[in-house]
């Protein structure tokens, strides 16, 4: 479901969210978690998630080190890093969002609804973040804590995700052309203020577009839609 700018979460929303995910957050919460910038400042100054999106942040990092660290004694301290880098990246996080459906229940601007916020790496992401801030602040770090491992547990069944998240451009050009789909190609926007842009990049592989990634630079934009690609076609087909 696409909710229109203007419109609020409703509770029977929240409640399917919730269950999503498993556990109860506190509905005012779980409403400021998925409260957009954009729509806070169109809808008279509205608090919107960033401060969760920071606290989310930290109790996400502190989770999946953990993790790895007691889940993984034979791995030194640089494989554990790059596998932390990779489960806590914006692409990650985005993969995370689009497979609970955590876009459809974004409150949006008209400016991002029109822009494809839904679908933006770096929007879904924070909001994920947001919610497992929202989740700390109502259930307690336990049950945040828990709900990181549920969320990353689809990404810890793939283990090559690993070697993909540390060189993706090249990840992504290896795979589309051992499936014989040719080269990849990037098409890259920008927007915003010089001293504030954000670039957003579209992959395309066999002439069709795959993923999308944003970030603030050309650079980060391409191999956050690079590791995006990469999920999306190592994908089985159904």
């Not at 999946?64 to 030194?76: A, F, G, I, Q």
């Not at 974004?106 to 497992?132: N, P």
């Amino acid at each position: 479901m696409v909710r229109p700018s203007g419109d609020t979460v409703l509770p029977n929303d929240r409640a399917r969210l919730s269950e999503t995910l498993g556990v109860e957050i506190d509905p005012d919460l779980l409403q400021l978690a998925l409260t957009h910038r954009s729509y806070a400042y169109e809808n008279g100054g509205l608090a919107h998630n960033e401060r969760l999106e920071f606290l989310g942040d930290s109790i996400l990092g502190q989770a999946v080190t953990v993790m790895l660290y007691t889940e993984n004694p034979d791995l030194d301290e640089g494989e554990l890093a790059k596998r932390r880098a990779s489960l806590v990246s914006s692409v990650a996080l985005a993969e995370i969002a689009v497979g609970i459906d955590l876009g459809s229940h974004i409150l949006l601007g008209r400016g991002e609804e029109l822009t494809g916020g839904r679908q933006k790496s770096s929007i879904l992401a924070d909001c994920v973040e947001a919610v497992i801030g929202a989740t700390y602040l109502s259930a307690g770090p336990d049950a945040a804590t828990a709900l990181v491992l549920r969320l990353i547990a689809p990404l810890l069944a793939d283990p090559e995700r690993f070697g993909a998240a540390m060189d993706p451009k090249t990840s992504l050009q290896e795979l589309s052309t051992r499936t014989g789909r040719g080269l990849p190609v990037y098409e890259v926007s920008d927007s915003g203020p010089d001293h504030s842009k954000r670039f957003h990049a579209t992959v395309l592989v066999g002439g069709s577009p795959v993923a999308t990634g944003d970030g603030s630079s050309k650079k980060q934009a391409e191999m956050a839609a690079a590791l995006a690609a990469w999920a999306v076609l190592q994908r089985p087909k159904r």
